[in-house]
Nanobody, 125 residues
Framework: QIQLVQSGGGLVHPGDSLRLSCAAS????????MGWFRQPPGKERELVAS????????HYADSVKGRFTISRDNDKNMLYLQMNTLKPEDTAIYYC??????????????????WGQGTQVTVSS
């Protein structure tokens, strides 16, 4: 069983940048596709981005394409989400998640086996 511990997040202004990090507990991290989800206030959780085992394949929600970048460092057991040009509609609780069943990461919550604790990102002027 892999454990995921998130860091980063906070309150930023529109147009600012922020990086979220997700630390995995052990080296099996490299065997998991990974994803970042978010849950805006009053809405359902949605996939933001996913990345394959080796990092060569990524997928983004249309709403964040060109602004967010998902990356991973398998040597350090780390997952990242670089968020640029943040907008108020990016306000949400963000979660990292591990998918042990697919190469590039599923698009549904049910595809993921393990979850981070969540971190709040608030974009407000």
């Amino acid at each position: 069983q892999i454990q995921l511990v998130q860091s980063g997040g906070g309150l930023v202004h529109p147009g600012d940048s922020l990086r979220l990090s997700c630390a995995a507990s052990d080296r099996t991290f490299k065997n998991y596709a990974m994803g970042w989800f978010r849950q805006p206030p009053g809405k359902e959780r949605e996939l933001v981005a996913s990345i394959s085992w080796g990092g060569g394949s990524t997928h983004y929600a249309d709403s964040v394409k060109g602004r967010f970048t998902i990356s991973r460092d398998n040597d350090k057991n780390m997952l990242y989400l670089q968020m640029n040009t943040l907008k108020p509609e990016d306000t949400a609780i963000y979660y990292c998640a591990a998918d042990g069943s697919s190469y590039s990461g599923g698009i549904f919550e049910r595809d993921y086996d393990y979850w981070g604790q969540g971190t709040q990102v608030t974009v407000s002027s």
